[in-house]
């Protein structure tokens, strides 16, 4: 059974459809934590761009070091100061991936700072559903296929 657990393995994705030469920016709770080795088993190069929020106000310490009460504002202001991080860094960014589980509700403040999409686990996981249940499309009762000509295709 397939198990759609990382919201990383989006990257090569993300990356396929960026201009040449802009990269997926991945932010993560601890930096430290994502070795080259979890990058390489997801399918992303070693050399990804990469930032963490260790050491903010909030985000690591309420998700990682399991706080029990956070500001919504202050995990928000973590997220951006990461990807401001990473983008003075790393200038080739052109999206960001979101690692942590716990970052998904906190990532509107991400795209509305810097206008870049901004991918996530939630964002995986609706892609990945949308392959187990596709969309049902109603089907017009006047539209049969026997009816259809490629030649009608551009009318």
């Not at 997220?79 to 998904?104: H, I, K, Q, S, Y």
Request: charged share 20%; proline share 8%.
């Amino acid at each position: 059974m397939p198990v759609a657990a990382s919201a990383i393995l989006q990257v090569p994705w993300v990356e396929a459809l960026l201009p040449a030469g802009r990269r997926a920016g991945i932010i993560t709770a601890d930096s430290s934590n994502l070795t080259p080795a979890h990058l390489v088993a997801t399918g992303v190069a070693p050399d990804a761009p990469i930032a963490g929020t260790e050491g903010g106000r909030a985000l690591t310490r309420t998700f990682t070091d399991k706080e029990s009460e956070y500001d919504w504002a202050d995990c928000e202001a973590d997220l951006v100061d990461a990807g401001r991080r990473l983008l003075e860094e790393r200038p080739e960014v052109g999206a960001f991936v979101l690692e942590c589980t716990n970052m998904p509700p906190f990532g509107t403040a991400l795209a509305d700072a810097f206008g870049l999409p901004v991918y996530d686990v939630y964002t995986m996981i609706n892609w990945f559903q949308m392959g187990l249940r596709p969309t049902r499309f109603q089907r017009h009762a006047h539209v049969q296929a026997a009816d259809w000509q490629p030649n009608q295709a551009a009318e």
